[in-house]
C-alpha cells in the first residue's frame, strides 16, 4: 500500500509562487511515474504534470513555463514549483503515482494512488 500526503498550498496574491510536496511511504516510488493533477470547483479534475520514473517531464500545454516538476527519489517526494501564480489556478492539487510501466500518461484513471489533495487559491 502507498500513502501519499501533499503540503505547500495555501493562499498568494496572483503572480506569487507556491512549492507543493508530495511525500510517499510504503513503498519505494523511484520506479514509478508520478503525476500532479488539480480540481476546482464545479469542474472536473485535470491533469498537470508528471514526471516518469527516469525523469523526464510533461506538462498541461497552458502549464508550460510556469510550473515545474521535479522528483528526489531519495526522499520519495515529488514537487511541483509554481510561479507566476493565477487566479484561475485555483484548484485543490492531489498528487497520484501509477505502479504499472508503460507509455506516458495524462488519463487520471491510469493513476493508481491518490494523495488527499491541498487547496491553493490565488487571489487577484
Known amino acids: 500500500q502507498v500513502q501519499l500526503v501533499e503540503s505547500g498550498g495555501g493562499l498568494v496574491q496572483a503572480g506569487g509562487s507556491l512549492r507543493l510536496s508530495c511525500a510517499a511511504s510504503g513503498r519505494s516510488l523511484s520506479r514509478t511515474d508520478m503525476a500532479w493533477f488539480r480540481q476546482a470547483p464545479g469542474k472536473e479534475r485535470e491533469f498537470v504534470a508528471v514526471?516518469?520514473?527516469?525523469?523526464?517531464?510533461s506538462y498541461a500545454d497552458s502549464l508550460k513555463g510556469r510550473f515545474t516538476i521535479s522528483r528526489d527519489n531519495a526522499k520519495n517526494t515529488v514537487y511541483l514549483q509554481m510561479n507566476s501564480l493565477k487566479p484561475e489556478d485555483t484548484a485543490v492539487y492531489y498528487c497520484a503515482a501509477r505502479m504499472t510501466m508503460g507509455a506516458l500518461t495524462t488519463f487520471s484513471k491510469s493513476y493508481d494512488y491518490w494523495g488527499q489533495g491541498t487547496q491553493v487559491t490565488v487571489s487577484s
Open positions: 514526471i516518469r520514473w527516469f525523469g523526464d517531464a
